[in-house]
């Protein structure tokens, strides 16, 4: 997996195809086994090796082809390894989207809100998951930074949602 599957595979087929959202599922399933074996590596101890395919992950699916959701999560147990410095990386890529995209939200009229139901959970659900990870972090002056970004948004989900 780990030489195989470079930029989602992109290379092989952007010569002969038009990738679309049909290409969603076979990618999501890239990502997912991706995503279980860090997992399941990190929970044998073998962090390195987790730390080795979550970026191995990020190379495959960069947030410039393939928007980052929750995929941060890969790094879950990055206090236990070196990786944190690849993950504080990654992690700050997805906190300021997660910025963009609820700034972009809040600009929106009540009535457009309706339109964006999906993207705002997904947003949501990656703030949530982003204060449960960054905890775990090791780098204050980096923890401080992303909470400055992500608080309001987090106390503003459980407190007052958006629309």
Known sequence: MITSWINGNG????????????YAPELSSMKMVMSRGADELYNKGENEKAAALANKYFEAFPNFNFPYDYSCA?????????????AEKQIE???NEIDEYMQFFHSLENDKLNSFDIEIQKTRL???GLMRLLPKLK????????????QPYSEETKSNPIG
């Open 11 to 22: 290379e092989i087929l952007i010569k002969k195809t038009f990738i679309d959202e049909s």
């Open 74 to 86: 890969i790094y879950r147990d990055t206090g236990k390894n070196k990786s944190e410095e690849d």
């Open 93 to 95: 890529i997805l906190v």
């Open 126 to 128: 990656a703030i949530d």
């Open 139 to 150: 780098d204050e002056n980096f923890k401080e930074r992303m909470n400055i970004i992500l």
